[in-house]
């Protein structure tokens, strides 16, 4: 059989475990694993000594487009996420304008996708107070579900959803198979210390981590978790701050709520005493915890109790993250271009985190939780989606490397071990050796809504 290309001697890194072995790419599927395959193919891409992983799916991604593209938008956001790694990023409803909480805002933001991303996406719903008629024509349209806020959101056009809201909408979301994404912190008790605290003239970084403190976390995490249950919808927990926030919703997975858990790596990454020393471009919304926390957390994934790890990336024009008013500055983290490099770091090589728990997390489970039948696995049938790591390589992370359309980041200055050399989107590739390779347009990923997608919520091993 003639191959298009063949990744010859790299370490698969697989659900079982890692091992050498050939990869033949045929219509940009893998079409064959073996210990050795002899071509003939009309590509070849050595890959001795280095770790093969699926390309990353993010599930978490604000890339702005259309509406604030002057933040971000979808070239220099998927090329970022393609230095990382990544084939699949999910956008989320907002920070684009107008947010996608219409067929009609899907489809504008569907065309811009199609015409400006070099790694293939999938587009996130919005549920708001303003579009539960809406949620059908979204389903039919092809989001993966849908994402409401418990706090206020950053943006005044996404409002967030008050308990009614929320109820109705995980109603209407089981029964199109859909899930909802929460964004889980207590609206009512965040704006009541944030008033407290500015009122007493408070703009500092402690005096910011102190409007949302763990407990606040808590508490919207349980309510979501209760409306799940009660509603029979599929829950996705996004960006879980805290290792507490890990225990309360590891408790209701075991106990059968259909439930999915997501930190990021800035949780992992960074502690308050980074917010302090950092400012405004570490800040997020749930912030960054104490010490105790993260290691909790850290815990949590060490466990298999994590699901998957997102980014989260949500940048903004530089200015919005100027000044010394940690409230007033943009929330949000540029991070896309870091998730693996900081779990090989901090994970692999500074706690034993292995491999396969690594790619389970960034691409295994994204796929399987969202229906992306094709993707997120090194195996015969599946996009050849992949990502391809020099795992020793060390390296200080500078702006030059960055390629958000602004290039900031907490990450920048710092040392990791473990750096993403190629990748390759449907067997082209998209980066290699520092350089974005463009040509390829990205596509739609829909979701599988499926039984086996649906339904009990366990995520295989
Ligand atoms: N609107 C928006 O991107 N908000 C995100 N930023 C952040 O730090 N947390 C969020 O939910
Ligand atoms: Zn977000």
């Known amino acids: 059989m003639g191959l298009d290309l063949l990744v010859r001697g790299g370490y698969l890194v697989r659900p079982e475990g890692v091992a050498r072995a050939d990869i033949g790419v045929l219509d940009g599927k893998i079409a064959m694993i073996e210990p050795q395959i002899d071509g003939p193919a009309r590509m070849l891409i050595e890959a001795t000594g280095r770790y093969v992983f699926p390309g990353l799916i993010d599930v978490h991604v604000h890339f702005n487009e259309p509406g604030r593209t002057h933040w971000e938008g979808f070239a220099s956001g998927s090329a970022a996420l393609a230095a990382g790694g990544g084939t699949l990023f999910c956008d989320m409803p907002l920070n684009s304008h107008p947010p996608v909480l219409t067929r009609r805002e899907f ?109 606040t976390e808590l508490e919207a995490i349980q309510r979501a978790l209760l409306l799940a249950q009660e509603t029979g919808c599929r829950l996705h927990l996004v960006h879980i701050s805290s290792g507490s926030g890990v225990v309360l919703a590891y408790e209701a997975k075991a106990r059968g709520v259909d439930v999915s858990l997501e930190t990021c790596p800035h949780y992992l990454a960074f502690s308050e005493e980074d917010l302090e020393r950092l400012g405004a471009v570490l800040k997020c919304a749930p912030p960054v915890r104490a010490r105790e926390e993260q290691e909790l957390l850290w815990n949590g994934v060490l466990a298999g109790k994590v699901d998957l790890i997102a980014s989260d990336h949500s940048p903004s024009s530089p200015d919005l993250k100027e000044g010394n008013d940690l409230f007033a500055a943009w929330g949000g983290i540029s991070g896309v271009q870091s998730t693996l490099p900081v779990l090989l770091s901090e994970g692999h090589w500074a706690r034993g985190l292995s491999l396969e728990t690594i790619s389970r997390m960034t691409s295994c489970h994204p796929a399987q939780r969202f229906g992306f039948a094709q993707k997120g696995q090194v195996a015969v049938g599946f996009d050849a989606d992949l990502a391809l790591v020099d795992l020793e390589a060390e390296f200080t992370l500078n702006q030059d490397e960055l390629f958000y359309r602004h290039p900031q980041s907490p990450y920048l200055g710092r040392r990791f071990k473990g750096r993403v050399v190629h990748t390759l989107v449907r067997g082209q590739t998209v980066f290699a050796e520092g350089k974005l390779h463009p040509e390829l347009r990205g596509q739609l990923v829909r979701p599988q809504v499926r039984r086996e997608f649906g339904g009990s919520g366990r995520i295989a091993e």
């Open 107 to 215: 489809d504008d933001k569907l065309g811009a996708a199609r015409a400006h991303s070099h790694t293939d996406f999938a587009l996130w719903g919005g549920l708001t107070p303003d579009n539960l008629e809406h949620l059908g024509e979204l389903a039919e349209a092809g989001v993966m579900g849908f994402k409401a806020f418990m706090a206020n959101s950053g943006i005044s056009e996404f409002r967030a959803a008050d308990d009614a809201t929320l109820y109705e909408g995980m109603r209407l979301a089981a029964r199109l198979g859909l899930p909802v994404a929460v964004h889980a912190e207590n609206d009512t008790l965040t704006a009541h210390l944030t008033r407290q605290i500015r009122s007493k003239g408070g703009a500092s970084a402690r005096d910011y981590l102190a409007s949302r403190p763990v407990f």
